[in-house]
Every structure is written in structure tokens, then in C-alpha cells.
């Protein structure tokens, strides 16, 4: 349906750019307490990164953020804070189901 692809690239962009600030947020705290390693990185590998757990961690712990979508927040690595409104496209209007 067009209004549902309409809403749905209206949302990714905002869901991406919230992603991308709190990686940006996780890597900073985790600069401040941990030496980042990043010799014997291979994409040909499958070995995880030394320090993926330490990020996992400081993801987990990001707290008070506010995104484009809203309140961010993590608990055993989801968002918990998280909610989405179901429209539903009228001929002139919006309405949330």
C-alpha cells in the first residue's frame, strides 16, 4: 500500500540516525575506560572483535538519550523504551488505530 511504504521510509531515516547516535554515545563513554584494539580486523574472518563485548555493554548502559524517535534506552541489548503508533491513511487525514 502506497501509505504504508510512505510511512515506513518517513520512519527509517530517523530509526537510523538514532542508531548511529547511540553507537556514537556507547564508543565515547567506552574510549574513556578501554584501549580499542583494532589490529587483525577481517571482514574474510569470522572472529568476533576483541572489544565487541565491552561495546555491547556500553550500549546497554546508555541512559537518558533522546533520539528523532524518542527516549532511548537498552536492556540485554533492545531498546526498551520504544513505541510505535499504528495509522491509518483516511482520504485527507491520518488517524492512529
Not at 9 to 23: I, M, N, R, T
Not at 63 to 68: A, D
Not at 86 to 95: A, F, S, W, Y
Request: net charge positive; hydrophobic share 40%; charged share 25%.
Amino acid at each position: 500500500m502506497i501509505g504504508d511504504c510512505f510511512l515506513r521510509h518517513k520512519s527509517e531515516p530517523a530509526l537510523v540516525y538514532d542508531s548511529v547516535l547511540v553507537f556514537a554515545r556507547a564508543l565515547t563513554a567506552m574510549q574513556d575506560g578501554v584501549q580499542f584494539r583494532s589490529s587483525g580486523v577481517s571482514c574474510g574472518r569470522e572472529q568476533p572483535w576483541v572489544d565487541g563485548s565491552s561495546l555491547f555493554n556500553y550500549i546497554n548502559a546508555v541512559r537518558e538519550l533522546r533520539g528523532l524517535t524518542g527516549p532511548i534506552q537498552f536492556s540485554e541489548g533492545k531498546r526498551t523504551t520504544f513505541k510505535l503508533d499504528l495509522l491509518k491513511l483516511k482520504q485527507h487525514d491520518l488517524v492512529k488505530v
